[in-house]
């Protein structure tokens, strides 16, 4: 799998990172391994959020890309690190270039370097509540004459938070979020003559077809593991959406529900602050129908 958000109810997620074996550490990782880290979001004011609501957690089979070559990432849940142990292909002590996912950062004698922001991402709810769900990052660290020993990854898009009340009498599954704006693009292809800094947000791009202008999640039908299920009262569910950064613009959210006899549409638009790299801002969403409700049954 891969880097992903982990969030539990009320999105205060924790730093569990599943077990591996006991191995002779230096600075709470295996002699010779390369230490990972990554950082929080904050909200779109700039103003650090809760370190637990916003944190990242790598997990065990990420796959992280360094120098265009693919490293498996190892975690310690004792010591609550992340790490990747590269004795079968040293990376040396020249320039790292890194992303993830692998197939989020490209490069080619004819295009240079590229990042694609995907418009789809398929997500999951583990056993535990917490949702996971795959994250565009990038990581760079200069050469140096000792081998390197930490590696930190930035976020390259920006997200939204949409936390969801399910007022009406019974368990609702969401099976898709989807968000889609007037003017800015939420997924795109950008190109740079070098490899770009993982710490500068990209510039927002207006978006004249509507295929770039919309990010949607995925969950799994109902029934299926991973499914989001929200029970009637609840009002603790949240999911967030990584989205390329954009200008201040009007956004629509979507949310695609079933209490299993009837399919439901939630449909809402307002206006949204500007949002560059590393920024989330929360969405609050009522699952209710009736008048003066934004949610209606689908009729097939």
């Known amino acids: ?19 591996c074996q006991k191995q002779e550490t230096e600075n709470n990782v295996p002699k010779g391994a390369l230490l990972l880290s990554a950082e929080e979001f904050v909200d779109h004011n700039g103003q650090k959020t809760s370190v637990l609501d916003n944190s990242v957690q790598w997990c065990n089979g990420d796959v992280v890309v360094i120098n265009e070559n693919e490293y498996t990432v190892i975690v310690d849940e004792v010591n609550h690190t992340a790490y990747i142990d590269p004795s079968a292909n040293p990376i040396g002590t020249g320039e790292l270039l890194a992303c993830y996912p692998n197939n989020f950062y490209s490069y080619s004698t004819l295009f240079h370097h590229a990042l694609v922001f995907p ?12 949702q996971v769900i795959t994250l565009p990052m990038l990581a760079h660290a200069d050469a140096n004459g000792e081998g390197h020993t930490t590696l930190r990854f930035y976020h390259a898009s920006a997200a939204v938070k949409v936390m969801m009340w399910n007022t009406t009498p019974n368990t609702l599954t969401v099976t898709k979020v989807k968000l889609m704006t007037d003017d800015y693009r939420l997924n795109a292809l950008v ?18 077809n509507p295929s770039h202008r919309y990010v949607e999640v995925t969950f799994p039908d109902p029934g299926q593991p991973g499914a989001l299920e929200i029970l009637a009262g609840d009002d603790t569910k949240s999911v967030q959406v990584p989205i390329f950064p954009i200008g201040a613009d009007n956004m629509t959210i979507e949310i695609y529900c079933t209490d299993g006899t009837h399919n439901y549409l939630y449909s809402c638009a307002n206006s949204c602050p500007a ?22 049954e689908i009729i097939p």
Do not use: V, W
């Open 1 to 19: 799998m891969k880097i992903r958000y982990i969030l539990i109810t009320l999105l205060s997620g924790t730093m569990l990172l599943s077990a």
């Open 275 to 296: 949002l560059s790299r590393n920024q989330m801002m929360t969405a609050r969403a009522k699952l209710a129908t009736g008048d003066g409700n934004h949610m209606s």
């Open 119 to 130: 418009d789809t991402a398929s997500s999951s709810i583990r056993s535990d509540g917490r």
């Open 191 to 208: 190109s740079y003559n070098e490899f770009p800094d993982p710490t500068a947000s990209c510039e927002p791009q207006h978006g004249t």
